[in-house]
């Protein structure tokens, strides 16, 4: 036998099977239907912001300090919601290299407020959200998808003079995320 | 007389000539009159003064949303959410039929489609149950009826070929009530400064075609 007529051989054989297998089980007529319906997944995760400004996906969030004999003030920023589900809770980590300590209070259901640049005042439940000392804390404070929480970053202990920076790093896990659930519609 | 004689002599080859040709015209028309007699006869014929009918039967297989069914996209899902979609199977034909399959096509983001891993942890699954009265869409119970799972929690890789729903035999005009339920497998994930891990589950999108198909009843031979 050839090589060319073993090769058209195989190929039949091939053939064959390949017909075979896309034979339904069920000869005859056959009755379809189809439908196509999309699906989309959720996100969760926050960020810092300033509080006019946009979140700084990607990247810790920073606060510059300047310690003067005067002390310093305490600053502002909002922990946005970068997702599309709803939070239950964060964990903070901040850090600072030298420096004061810093300590991180939400204020939940309200803005901080300042007078002058000075203190701040919460309408709202005051959360602590950790400090620099104190690595990463998980916080139970809620941000509804699309909104944020206001945040006052203070600096305590003893001052030393000079200029310092603190990152403010929020993660989220999934458990931190609203819990799952079952829908019929 | 001898005159005539001779005449008569010398025209005999002449009349040889055209006689076998007379001959044979004559005995073909003899033919032809005793054949036309034999089938000249009586004929007896017999009919059906009302004519047989015969139609065809038909295949027909509809779906039709319960509620949100197909026609509305599911959003948002969260991993470990559960979104349970209703529609109605109709095998609206005249004949009966049989075994009943469904397969998905989907495409999208992979994440969504297969993860990857075996067996499938984080992608999307399906499962089929089926109410023997009408699901109530808002509830998802099976008021006064009994579920039946016809395709237990299979990954979309798994329903890429058609999967048997109803393997047995399905009557002309019945109704199949399904509940279609969409999974997204509980894991874990944390999105670090609002950016989710690399390959994240987070934000993807997949589009899926429900396929289903029924062939018809076992073909039959009658006697009547």
Known sequence: MTRSRLGSLVATAATALVIVAATPAWAGESGTTSRTQTVGSASWGAAGSTTSGSPTIGTPFTLSWTVTVLGVNPQFFKVVNTGTTNLNAETYTTTISGGPKVVLTACVGADWTTVLGLGGSCAGTQVALGDSSSGATAASVSIPAGSYVSVKAAATGVLSLGSYTTSISVAVSRSQARAARTTNS | ?224
């Not at chain 2, 599911?74 to 039929?97: E, Q």
């Not at chain 2, 891990?197 to 997949?206: D, K, L, M, P």
């Open chain 2, 1 to 224: 007389m001898a005159h005539l004689a001779r005449h008569a002599d010398s025209n005999a080859p002449r009349r040889t000539a055209w006689r076998p040709l007379a001959v044979a015209v004559t005995g073909g028309a003899l033919l032809m009159t005793a054949g036309f007699g034999v089938w000249a006869g009586l004929n007896a014929t017999a009919f059906n003064t009302s004519p047989q009918s015969v139609d065809s039967g038909t295949l027909s297989l509809t779906l039709g949303d319960n509620g949100a069914g197909f026609s509305s996209a599911i959003s948002n899902l969260a991993p470990g959410d559960v979104v349970n979609r209703y529609v109605d199977l109709t095998n609206g034909g005249s004949l009966d039929a049989q075994g009943l399959t469904m397969s998905v096509s989907a495409s999208g983001d992979s994440q969504l489609i297969t993860d990857g891993t075996s067996p499938a942890t984080k992608a999307l699954t399906v499962s089929v149950t089926s109410c023997s009265t009408t699901w109530t869409p808002s509830t998802g119970a099976c008021t006064g009826g009994t579920t039946t799972s016809l395709l237990g929690t299979t990954t979309l890789s798994g329903v890429a070929s058609a999967q048997s729903l109803i393997s047995g035999s399905i009557a002309s005009g019945a109704v199949e009530h399904l509940q279609i339920s969409m999974t997204l497998p509980d894991q874990t994930e944390t999105t670090t400064n609002g950016t989710p891990i690399t390959g994240t589950i987070q934000g993807r999108s997949a589009t899926l075609t429900y396929h289903f198909q029924e062939a018809q009843r076992t073909a039959t031979t009658t006697n009547s």
